[in-house]
């Protein structure tokens, strides 16, 4: 590929974090107590975060607990890291009641407001949601089919039956933004997407298959051309609900015969820069989220002024 497409890692939304993990924490127990009397805690309700908003929405954070001031509700606490000032973070795992009402803030989800959160935040709800989702999918050993229980602060599901360990898994995912030699990019749309929604390609990593591997056979699967050069640009998280999405450019040299699997993408277009502004302008296509790898590749590749000739619907906000 040129060497203006020389590798230049992405600066994605949900890949930022300020924690410390510190995994050689979660098996002490004393240790996992005393710094959950003294945290700020997050609360995630089914896949909503308990948030503040101030400048009629304009403005989000997480709204941050103490440990007494959720004594009293059912949930589980999960560790999440230490902040580089020494405070300790957890997640207050609840189940969602449409009917319950916080005595302050609102319940959001991180798709709603994930591209208003500061680096601190959008770090420990990335975290938080995958792993709080994890949890509510495995009640039960997947070996015995007992019962298991949160341990190991919140990181391990452990079997009470014979003790067996479970921990959260991740499904790797490739993301690809495909050009020709004209730097045109091609996205394509789903069936079950809204009209106008258009994207770059994606699809899951099958086992024994190598990152590069399966961008060439999910772009040929999909769109019918034929990669002959990629680069690497980056990788997330994407807790909807347990992907990481590893971000490739390909170059293809058979432009033409673009088209549609009619299974899983019904319509693929090429796009150059002029054609993408007038579509955005007027209202002709519907551009992936802004904290989406997709929405990150195609800003790249249109330049500095994405940020304001891309301004428009976004695909989903909730």
Same mark, same amino acid.
């Given at each position: 590929?040129?060497?203006?497409?020389?590798?230049?890692?992405?600066?994605?939304?949900?890949?930022?974090?300020?924690?410390?993990?510190?995994?050689?924490?979660?098996?002490?127990?004393?240790?996992?107590?005393?710094?959950?009397?003294?945290?700020?805690?997050?609360?995630?309700?089914?896949?909503?975060?308990?948030?503040?908003?101030?400048?009629?929405?304009?403005?989000?954070?997480?709204?941050?607990?103490?440990?007494?001031?959720?004594?009293?509700?059912? *949930?589980?606490?999960?560790?999440?890291?230490?902040?580089?000032?020494?405070?300790?973070?957890?997640?207050?795992?609840?189940?969602?009641?449409?009917?319950?009402?916080?005595? !302050?803030?609102?319940?959001?989800?991180?798709?709603?407001?994930?591209?208003?959160?500061?680096?601190?935040?959008?770090?420990?709800?990335?975290?938080?949601?995958?792993?709080?989702?994890?949890?509510?999918?495995?009640?039960?050993?997947?070996?015995?089919?007992?019962?298991?229980?949160?341990?190991? *602060?919140?990181?391990?599901?452990?079997?009470?039956?014979?003790?067996?360990?479970?921990?959260?898994?991740?499904?790797?995912?490739?993301?690809?933004?495909?050009?020709?030699?004209?730097?045109?990019?091609?996205?394509?749309?789903?069936?079950?997407?809204?009209?106008?929604?258009?994207?770059?390609?994606?699809?899951?990593?099958?086992?024994?298959?190598?990152?590069?591997?399966?961008?060439?056979?999910?772009?040929?699967?999909?769109?019918?051309?034929?990669?002959? !050069?990629?680069?690497?640009?980056?990788?997330?998280?994407?807790?909807?609900?347990?992907?990481?999405?590893?971000?490739?450019?390909?170059?293809?040299?058979?432009?033409?015969?673009?088209? *549609?699997?009619?299974?899983?993408?019904?319509?693929?277009?090429?796009?150059?820069?002029?054609?993408?502004?007038?579509?955005?302008?007027?209202?002709?296509?519907?551009?992936?989220?802004?904290?989406?790898?997709?929405?990150?590749?195609?800003?790249?590749?249109?330049?500095?002024?994405?940020?304001?000739?891309?301004?428009?619907?976004?695909?989903?906000?909730?």
């Amino acid at each position: 590929m040129s060497a203006e497409s020389s590798f230049q890692e992405l600066d994605l939304a949900l890949s930022r974090t300020k924690l410390d993990r510190a995994a050689h924490l979660r098996l002490d127990q004393s240790a996992l107590d005393e710094m959950w009397d003294r945290a700020e805690i997050a609360q995630i309700s089914g896949d909503r975060f308990r948030t503040l908003s101030s400048d009629e929405g304009k403005r989000v954070s997480l709204e941050f607990l103490t440990a007494n001031a959720i004594t009293d509700e059912v *949930g589980e606490r999960y560790f999440l890291g230490i902040a580089e000032s020494g405070k300790p973070y957890f997640l207050w795992h609840t189940k969602f009641n449409e009917n319950a009402k916080p005595t !302050s803030g609102t319940f959001k989800s991180l798709r709603e407001i994930g591209a208003l959160l500061n680096d601190l935040e959008i770090g420990i709800a990335a975290h938080g949601l995958a792993l709080s989702q994890w949890h509510d999918a495995h009640p039960m050993c997947a070996k015995c089919g007992a019962k298991t229980e949160s341990v190991q *602060g919140g990181s391990v599901r452990e079997c009470v039956a014979d003790q067996q360990q479970h921990h959260p898994r991740t499904d790797p995912a490739i993301i690809v933004l495909v050009k020709d030699s004209q730097d045109r990019v091609l996205l394509g749309h789903q069936k079950i997407w809204p009209t106008n929604r258009f994207s770059t390609l994606a699809g899951f990593v099958e086992p024994g298959e190598s990152f590069e591997r399966c961008v060439r056979r999910e772009v040929f699967e999909e769109a019918g051309v034929n990669v002959v !050069s990629m680069n690497y640009l980056g990788s997330q998280p994407w807790p909807f609900p347990a992907s990481i999405m590893i971000a490739f450019e390909a170059l293809i040299d058979n432009p033409e015969a673009a088209k *549609g699997d009619g299974v899983e993408i019904e319509e693929v277009r090429w796009f150059s820069r002029v054609e993408m502004k007038a579509a955005v302008a007027a209202d002709a296509i519907i551009l992936p989220p802004t904290i989406s790898v997709a929405r990150a590749m195609i800003n790249r590749w249109y330049g500095p002024d994405a940020g304001k000739d891309l301004i428009g619907g976004e695909a989903w906000r909730n």
